[in-house]
């Protein structure tokens, strides 16, 4: 169980706690209240800021000491994980309402204003975010459960990755459907070691029923599934595996199957990618 | 366009060295406008965030931070085909 379960799970995965899904959990939370608030209205210029600010120094000592800060950060406001289909179904069951907006990750990093709504949003958050027309150009788009159930096993047949997001931990507002490098948090994750909490599986492939047609390969967003040109077969680098599920979808054979992380000793405490100085090889 | 070729030189593995990148705010056409900087850098060193953002009002002025500079290598691809010239590298 990682530390978010033990603290806010109430014996389930945390983000399958109704609890944590509840609109009380920011009426009455003037801090969590005020995050929900100014969200929409900050959240692009302060992250930009907020990591350029950390990155800076990256040659002296402190760069380690800021990096975990900014890692703290994450955990205290804004954590991600990455959760399978089967979970991010039973996800729309309990959130609600439940609306799409575009994906705010994908236009302050590569521009990209096509009208395509990759995020779903729920509870309070709608509220606040409708006052913000720029942070939402082409509307918000309210789905009821059914259709945000179609929405997600659509988005995982295309490859991407649903992730789960806090607004000041443990209180949930949104999923995302994310992929490298356009998502924020996964190329933060990658590329520094925060933003991201890994997920609760980690992904396997059964050699035996793998014919070795290479197709997960480069579906896998976090680069954890390589080739093996001497036995013809996938195989999956568990280190760097995040346990999002998506490679599954397109295998014929049914040769990836999930694993609890909890159920593998070395991996049950990985939770985060190495905090890494660029360039300098040096790993925490 | 020595500096640059000299960056170019060492830009294997990547951000290995401090490169500045330096962003002109009055040259910019705008972020969402334009964007091929933030589209066209193979390390996505860019951001774009929204400035003077009030409620009710679609924001017209997005700019640009260097947020991920330290991954920049120096490669040039965003001052190429930044038209208006916005951009230029400090070594
Ligand atoms: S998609 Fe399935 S059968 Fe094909 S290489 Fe991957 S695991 Fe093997
Ligand atoms: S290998 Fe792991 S991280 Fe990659 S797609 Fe499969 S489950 Fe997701
Ligand atoms: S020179 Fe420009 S395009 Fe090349 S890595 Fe640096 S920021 Fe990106
Ligand atoms: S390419 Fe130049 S004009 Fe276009 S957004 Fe980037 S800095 Fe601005």
Redesign the interface.
């Known amino acids: 169980m990682c530390k978010f379960c033990a603290e806010h799970g109430a014996g389930k995965r945390w983000y399958l706690n109704t609890k944590n899904y509840v609109d009380e959990m920011v009426k009455n939370d003037k801090e969590r209240e005020e995050f929900v608030r100014n969200f929409a209205?900050t959240v692009?210029?302060d992250?930009?800021?907020r990591?350029?600010e950390a990155?800076?120094p990256?040659?002296s000592e402190s760069w380690m000491d800021r990096s975990r800060e900014l890692r703290e950060w994450y955990i205290y406001w804004h954590q991600g994980q990455p959760v399978t289909i089967e979970e991010t179904k039973e996800i729309m069951k309990i959130a609600s309402p439940i609306a799409k907006v575009e994906c705010l990750c994908r236009?302050?990093?590569?521009?990209e204003?096509g009208g395509e709504k990759y995020c779903l949003l729920f509870g309070m958050l709608l509220d606040y975010i409708r006052?913000?027309?720029?942070f939402t150009?082409t509307g918000v788009e309210p789905l009821t459960v059914d259709e945000a159930i179609d929405e997600v096993v659509r988005r995982d047949r295309e490859g991407l990755v649903h992730t789960v997001w806090t607004f000041k931990t443990p209180y949930i507002a949104a999923v995302c459907q994310c992929a490298t490098?356009v998502c924020?948090a996964l190329?933060q994750a990658l590329?520094f070691g925060y933003m991201l909490h890994k997920g609760e599986y980690v992904g396997v492939i059964d050699t035996a029923k793998c014919d070795g047609c290479g197709e997960c390969v480069s579906r896998c967003q976090f680069g954890a599934i390589k080739f093996d040109p001497v036995i013809g077969k996938a195989y999956i680098d568990m280190w760097k595996c995040y346990g999002c599920g998506v490679c599954r979808a397109v295998c014929d054979r049914g040769a990836i199957s999930m694993r609890e992380r909890q159920s593998i000793p070395e991996l049950k405490d990985e939770w985060f990618e190495p905090i890494k100085v660029?360039?300098?090889g040096r790993w925490e | 366009m020595s500096g640059l070729n000299r960056l170019k030189s060492r830009a294997v593995?990547?951000?290995?060295?401090?490169v500045e990148i330096r962003f002109d705010k009055e040259k910019c056409i705008g972020?969402?406008r334009?964007?091929e900087c933030?589209?066209r850098c193979p390390q996505?060193v860019?951001?774009?965030?929204?400035?003077n953002?009030r409620?009710?009002?679609?924001?017209d002025e997005w700019y640009l931070?260097?947020?991920?500079?330290?991954?920049c290598t120096g490669c040039g691809i965003c001052i190429e085909h930044c038209k208006p010239g916005a951009l230029s590298l400090i070594c």
Not at chain 1, 107 to 111: E, G
Not at chain 1, 131 to 134: G, I
């Open positions: 209205a692009e210029k992250g930009a800021y990591i350029l990155l800076t990256f040659k236009r302050v990093l590569r521009a204003t006052d913000w027309p720029d150009p490098p924020l190329r590329d660029p360039g300098s | 593995g990547g951000g290995s060295e401090m972020a969402l334009c964007g933030l589209r996505a860019f951001r774009s965030y929204p400035e953002r409620r009710g009002e679609i924001c931070a260097p947020t991920y500079q330290v991954l």
